[in-house]
T-cell receptor, first 111, second 113 residues
Framework: GQSLEQPSEVTAVEGAIVQINCTYQ??????LSWYQQHDGGAPTFLSY????GLEETGRFSSFLSRSDSYGYLLLQELQMKDSASYFC????????????FGSGTRLLVRP | KAGVTQTPRYLIKTRGQQVTLSCSPI?????VSWYQQTPGQGLQFLFE???????NKGNFPGRFSGRQFSNSRSEMNVSTLELGDSALYLC????????????FGPGTRLTVL
């Protein structure tokens, strides 16, 4: 089967840097995506890694290492509004699934 | 550009009933995917429609079905509702490639009593 594991909860202080990890077991995929979801809201796209390495988009960066079956989302200069759930997801090859999501990480940013 | 819209936003049904949810994608997007989100199972893929044809399908029972119209709007139907069908149903639209970013709508919150 295919699965993605994330920590259930992470707490950090405003202004700090936090890393949310995603480890996966999947036979093959096109890329690793990250989504943010505030309580009661829709998931919004943050970042996508098709290749190994780091992708930077403003305060958010995402990293992928296919050899280590591992990726992470890095949030810098944390703001209170970053408190939300974060999901990693893969677009699997040779599968009838469009996207497979991780279990999600709830980030709490404290003053 | 207007985002993905879903109607209704909230719905309450009783066991055994059926329900139809609607999704209008971003203009120009021809792919519409549906997801179920619950606290216990997380975000799970239901199915994807592209150009009025089901292109991908997750592992849900046949009670869950969908369709897409020529204007790319999509509907999903759940028949013989069960308590466990209570969930947030999310629709996402994207371009034609499998790797295109998906943009999610606000969801329909379905409660089955």
């Amino acid at each position: 089967g295919q699965s993605l594991e994330q920590p259930s909860e992470v707490t950090a202080v405003e202004g700090a840097i936090v890393q949310i990890n995603c480890t996966y077991q999947t036979s093959g995929f096109y890329g690793l995506s990250w989504y943010q979801q505030h309580d009661g809201g829709a998931p919004t796209f943050l970042s996508y890694n098709a290749l190994d390495g780091l992708e930077e988009t403003g305060r958010f960066s995402s990293f992928l290492s296919r050899s280590d079956s591992y990726g992470y989302l890095l949030l810098q200069e944390l703001q209170m509004k970053d408190s939300a759930s974060y999901f990693c997801a893969v677009s699997p090859r040779d599968s009838s699934y469009k996207l497979i999501f991780g279990s999600g990480t709830r980030l709490l940013v404290r003053p | 550009k207007a985002g993905v819209t879903q109607t209704p936003r909230y719905l309450i049904k009783t066991r055994g009933q059926q329900v139809t949810l609607s999704c209008s994608p971003i203009s120009g997007h021809r792919s519409v995917s549906w997801y179920q989100q619950t606290p216990g199972q997380g975000l799970q893929f239901l199915f994807e429609y592209f150009s009025e044809t089901q292109r991908n399908k997750g592992n849900f029972p046949g009670r869950f079905s969908g369709r897409q119209f020529s204007n790319s709007r999509s509907e999903m139907n759940v028949s013989t509702l069960e308590l466990g069908d209570s969930a947030l149903y999310l629709c996402a639209s994207s371009g034609k490639l499998s790797t295109d970013t998906q943009y999610f709508g606000p969801g329909t919150r379905l409660t089955v009593l």
